[in-house]
């Protein structure tokens, strides 16, 4: 959601620090909707269609555009964050994080769409050598 954020990448930075703890910059993010969007016109009955994946395309206009940043960490920081409990507690969240490799993800994130769009936009544009 976009509270005081501003933008959907700042939203997803301030979302990446408060669940990790790693801070980066809101230009530091790649956005995977876009360029795998990029070259698509608006739908020929007029219709305007976000940059961004719709998880329940057809029951509800919600749309999210998904975000990459690549950096690389040290495996003692990755064991670090395996199990971490985050969230802002009093907002009701309770999250723990879960390291995956990137090719257990289809199957670790198998019941998240974001987590299977991010996926499948990532190693459609990777195959692209877009990224």
């Known amino acids: 959601m976009l509270d005081d954020a501003g933008t959907f990448s700042g939203g997803a930075a301030k979302e990446i620090e408060e669940e990790t703890g790693l801070k980066i910059k809101e230009d530091e993010l790649i956005d995977l909707t876009k360029l ?25 206009d919600e749309f999210v555009p998904i975000f990459l940043h690549q950096q690389r960490i040290p495996r003692k920081q990755l064991k670090d964050w395996q199990g971490k409990l985050t969230g802002l507690r009093d907002h009701g969240e309770k999250i723990t994080l879960k390291v995956v490799r990137l090719e257990q993800l289809f199957r670790e994130g198998g019941r998240d769409s974001k987590a299977l769009a991010a996926w499948s936009m990532y190693e459609g544009l990777r195959r692209e050598n877009k990224l």
């Not at 608006?42 to 029951?59: F, N, R, T, V």
């Open 36 to 60: 795998t969007f990029a070259s698509e016109d608006q739908a020929k009955d007029g219709e305007k269609l976000q940059k961004a994946m719709y998880p329940s395309a057809g029951g509800c």
